[in-house]
């Protein structure tokens, strides 16, 4: 069956410093990844969509960026954290229409 | 913006089954309905999909109505691991790689 697992689950960063957020995939191959942002008591935001190595797609202007280094790796970086980057990480990988989701990362910027 | 509406809040008595209503109203015909849930602090968990016919596995049921511009979820018995924020979400194209438009949700409680 396939498994999909974030780390850390928790972060705790300064304004100005940087992030790396990690995604991986087992248990299928060449998925579709995704990166989702809540806010608190807010919906999804989907930040990042990847169809294959090397390939991103961004849904939202910001200062994170995405990467996809191996076929079941999926990376969310920024080099300056913002107070508004604060919110809840979610990956998620889909094999053809139906999305499913990581435990998530919860992100302060202070 | 999300092109589902939900009540924002529901409460159902433990053992009975929840009835989660959402209006779609402007959906295309190629767009699927799905449901999902979060339990606080966790990832959304998938529930069910469906496009215009009713659907129905181990967790609930789905019941789209002929116009397609509603639909409901059926939690048959719920329990009180049942509460958590549902949300009922319209699939978009292929050539969007099947986004995800996502609103607030329903707040299911689940009382004793």
């Known amino acids: 069956s396939q498994t999909i697992h974030q780390w850390p689950a928790t972060l705790v960063q300064p304004v100005g410093s940087p992030l790396s957020l990690e995604c991986t995939v087992e248990?299928?191959?060449?998925?579709?990844l995704y990166w989702y942002r809540q806010a608190a008591g807010r919906g999804l935001q989907l930040l990042f969509y990847?169809?294959?190595?090397?390939?991103i797609s961004s849904e939202v202007p910001q200062n994170l960026s995405a990467s996809r280094p191996q076929d079941r790796q999926f990376i969310l970086s920024s080099k300056k954290l913002l107070l508004s980057d604060s919110g809840f990480y979610l990956c998620?990988?889909?094999?053809?229409?139906?999305?499913?989701f990581g435990p998530g990362t919860r992100l302060t910027v202070l | 913006d999300a092109k589902t509406t939900q009540p924002p809040s529901m409460d159902c008595a433990e053992g009975r089954a929840a009835n989660l209503p959402c209006n779609h109203s402007?959906?295309?015909?190629?767009?699927?309905v799905y449901w999902y849930r979060q339990i606080h602090s966790q990832g959304p968990q998938y529930i069910i999909h469906?496009?215009?016919?009713?659907e129905t596995n181990e967790m609930a049921s789905l019941i789209i109505t002929e116009d397609r511009k509603s639909s409901t979820l059926i939690l048959p018995h719920a329990t009180l691991r049942d509460t958590a924020v549902y949300y009922c979400?319209?699939?978009?194209?292929?050539?969007?790689?099947?986004?995800?438009?996502w609103g607030a949700g329903t707040k299911l409680i689940i009382k004793p």
């Open positions: 248990g299928t191959s060449n998925p579709n």
């Open positions: 979400i319209v699939r978009g194209p292929m050539d969007s790689n099947y986004q995800l438009i």
């Open positions: 469906g496009l215009k016919n009713n």
């Open positions: 998620a990988w889909s094999a053809w229409d139906t999305q499913y």
């Open positions: 990847s169809v294959g190595i090397g390939q």
């Open positions: 402007t959906i295309s015909g190629n767009e699927y």
